[in-house]
């Protein structure tokens, strides 16, 4: 039953994703996302750059964190699944094979619409190969191929009939680009919301803003804006 197991949240007022203080947004606005579920969070990044950042970011956060290259994949998703609150990141090889049943994994984070490297060789030679056919790359390839991904990374969230989540998904150009309806329509009939209120209600929490946070937690909250 997706309009009761899971939550689509797109948060506001982030600027476009190839923008140099997009990474620095992006943390803030998950902020409140973490705080109300307690962890138990898998961000997914379109790139080991994003990852990187947000994994400096997030070094001194409450809540454990795995980060993909610093262990093995099984070992990873073993800490994060018994560590209860963790604060699991990867890149595009975990839209696939990240199993979570339960309380460990309740909210995913997907930070970019997945398009496809451009400097992909054997990417570029298929967009090429459409260009000469008289079709258009975008639309007959990179736009398919990207949904794909990211109901792949979707996916991650509700593993069972019992599981309840939120899809946190952050690219602005889901509300602001005709594209980006294309990307919506494909994701399962969700109830969405653009207010974090509301993602603070699905975990039982009060709506809160951040400077009512614990001192552990509103100390890394403001390391992490600046």
């Not at 476009?16 to 138990?40: C, D, H, K, M, W």
């Not at 990187?52 to 070094?59: D, G, K, P, T």
Request: glycine share 8%; net charge negative; aromatic share 10%.
């Amino acid at each position: 039953d997706w309009p009761k197991q899971a939550l689509c949240y797109l948060p506001q007022n982030l600027p476009e994703p190839n923008t140099r203080g997009f990474g620095t947004a992006l943390i803030a606005a998950l902020y409140p996302v973490l705080q109300a579920s307690a962890g138990r969070a898998f961000l997914l990044f379109a790139s080991h750059r994003a990852l990187r950042e947000a994994a400096e970011s997030l070094r001194d956060a409450p809540w454990p964190l795995f980060v993909q290259g610093e262990a093995p994949r099984a070992t990873l998703l073993e800490k994060f699944r018994a560590s209860g609150n963790g604060v699991l990141l990867g890149a595009a090889s975990f839209r696939e094979g990240v199993d979570v049943v339960g309380d460990a994994l309740s909210v995913v984070v997907i930070d970019k619409l997945p398009f496809a490297a451009p400097d992909d060789p054997v990417f570029e030679a298929r967009l090429e190969a459409i260009r000469r056919d008289g079709g258009n790359p975008f639309r007959d390839e990179q736009l398919p191929q990207a949904v794909i991904a990211l109901k792949q990374g979707v996916g991650r969230l509700i593993r069972s009939e019992t599981d309840r989540g939120v899809l946190v998904l952050c690219d602005p150009r889901l509300t602001g680009k005709p594209y980006g309806r294309i990307f919506l329509d494909s994701l399962p009939p969700f109830a969405r919301t653009r207010e974090v209120a509301d993602v603070e209600r699905f975990f039982g929490a009060e709506p809160s803003a951040p400077q009512v946070a614990q001192d552990s937690e509103q100390d890394w909250y403001e390391a992490a804006r600046f």
